[in-house]
């Protein structure tokens, strides 16, 4: 491809500014790990909200309120459906430049924009009005979607923008890999604090006690995102790159063409395929926790703090470990592949294991598998990214990680159905204070075995579709380089 004078000038500056970064291996890492750090907060904020939600929202809805488990699975499902045309919607209209891209970049303000009110909007989550199951459930159905689809409107708007912000500010392998492992670093302590903490403030039966520890989780939320701010400014040279040259045309591509052109992409597909089976795990296993705890191990909801003690112990020592593999081969695919295999294989102890120390311990050796693939989800989308920049010419974080998150919302649909039906089939009793043998037995399906077979096909996917071995990535990345992209 011939580069226009103005895109052999800014070739020219990117080389210059970067520190010859193409020649130069020791210039790979161009950030520093304090600038990661502090992006990995809006990880922490992300997985933190995700956690919170999605170990108490159904829950809450069904076995503190009483509302039908039909019901309640059906608000998810508008939920769900809701959610996924918004994200890539929402994508596709941030990646167009505004009046305040010049000063302030692409994706920072709009981090912002949608992180703010997207944690306030939590609070609305547990404080429905205060009716009857049965006479009032219509009620309760309607608080349920309206909240959940305001709470995810902002909440796309902030996942879009900030992970869009990921494969453009990180460009080198050496600095994803580096960058995904401290940020990874950061959200666990996100994933293990949005289960350790609200669960502190819970009592089973007790609905004030679900607003309070809403509360607690807005405040935490907050200072996370606050710190942010650093790891989430751009650079302004590619602010400049995008608004002169790098994205010219860009606003006459219509939404629909946008998508069609991801979904036309064979590696991209391989990704949201698998993406929506690990969502699916994500979900199931996280909504399953609390019913876990109350009605098979009997306990009350400050028994949810060690085991998430025990899955951060495993995940947070594991990302050094697999930070370590992944430079080692220098494979992405592979270690992508090894991960996920891991994952599928340490669920099995857990579909039927019913003592709570032993839970502990095997969530523990399972989150170590879990490391691995949280680590390398980035740094796989972002060559995933790169390429489509060669295929389009056309630089679309946003649209990418919308069309992302609308697949993965598929997940919320599949744990709604998956409890529902599995409730239905065993005799599950909404807002029962105890449930029979055959319940029990429900709730361990969908904590393990269903979540395992959803991990077993998300892992055929990748090792048999997903083709970007470093040969393909490095020719990628050294036509990036003659595009000035």
């Known amino acids: 491809m011939l580069l226009t004078n103005i895109e052999r000038t800014y070739f020219i500056k990117f080389k210059t500014n970067l520190g010859m970064f193409m020649e130069n291996k020791d210039m790979e890492i161009l950030h520093s790990k304090k600038e990661m750090a502090s992006y990995g907060f809006g990880k922490f904020v992300n997985e933190f909200l995700n956690m919170a939600f999605g170990a108490l929202v159904f829950f809450y809805y069904e076995t503190e309120l009483g509302l039908d488990v039909w019901l309640t699975a059906f608000g998810y499902i508008i939920f769900a459906l809701w959610n996924a045309f918004n994200d890539p919607i929402l994508g596709y209209l941030t990646d167009r430049p505004f009046k305040f ?35 009032g459930a219509w009620i309760l159905f309607a608080w349920l979607v309206f909240s959940t689809c305001l709470y995810d409107t902002f909440a796309s708007l902030f996942n879009v923008s900030f992970y869009g912000l990921f494969p453009d500010k990180f460009r080198e392998d050496k600095e994803r890999r580096t960058a995904a492992g401290i940020s990874t670093l950061v959200g666990t302590f996100g994933v293990a604090l949005g289960g350790i903490l609200p669960p502190l403030f819970i009592v089973f039966g007790d609905r004030s006690s679900y607003a309070l520890q809403s509360g607690i989780v807005v405040i935490t939320c907050i200072i996370a995102l606050a710190l942010t701010i650093p790891g989430c400014r751009e650079d302004q040279y590619r602010i400049d790159c995008y608004l002169e040259k790098c994205e010219e045309g860009f606003d006459k591509v219509p939404f629909f063409s946008n998508v069609k052109s991801c979904l036309k992409q064979k590696n991209f597909l391989a990704y949201l395929s698998q993406w929506i089976f690990y969502r699916a795990l994500v979900v199931m296993i996280i909504g399953s926790i609390p019913y876990l705890v109350r009605f098979v191990l009997k306990m009350e909801a400050s028994a949810v703090t060690l085991i998430m003690i025990g899955f951060l112990l495993g995940s947070f020592c594991s990302i050094p470990i697999w930070t370590t593999i992944a430079h080692k081969t220098d494979n992405d695919r592979k270690t992508f592949i090894l991960a996920a295999f891991l994952m599928t294989v340490l669920l099995i102890p857990l579909i039927f294991i019913v003592d709570y120390v032993l839970v502990i311990i095997f969530v523990a050796i399972w989150g170590f598998s879990l490391g691995g693939y949280w680590l390398m989800q980035d740094p796989v989308l972002s060559e995933i990214i790169d390429e489509s920049v060669i295929l389009t010419g056309r630089r679309e ?89």
């Open 101 to 135: 891209t010049k000063k302030w970049g692409r994706r920072f303000p709009w981090v912002f924009i949608g992180g703010v009110p997207w944690i306030l909007s939590y609070i609305l989550l547990f404080t429905p009005p205060d009716v009857d199951p049965k006479q």
């Open 397 to 485: 974080e946003g649209i990418y990680n919308g069309v992302v998150n609308f697949f993965g919302r598929l997940a919320l649909v599949i744990q709604a159905v998956c409890f529902a039906i599995v409730h239905t089939l065993t005799g599950f009793v909404e807002g029962a204070p105890s449930q029979t043998a055959t319940a029990q037995l429900g709730i361990q399906i969908h904590f393990a075995l269903l979540p395992m077979i959803f991990m077993l096909f998300a892992t055929l996917i990748l090792w048999k579709w997903y083709n970007l071995t470093p040969e393909k990535v490095a020719e990628n990345k050294t036509k990036l380089a003659e595009m000035g992209l």
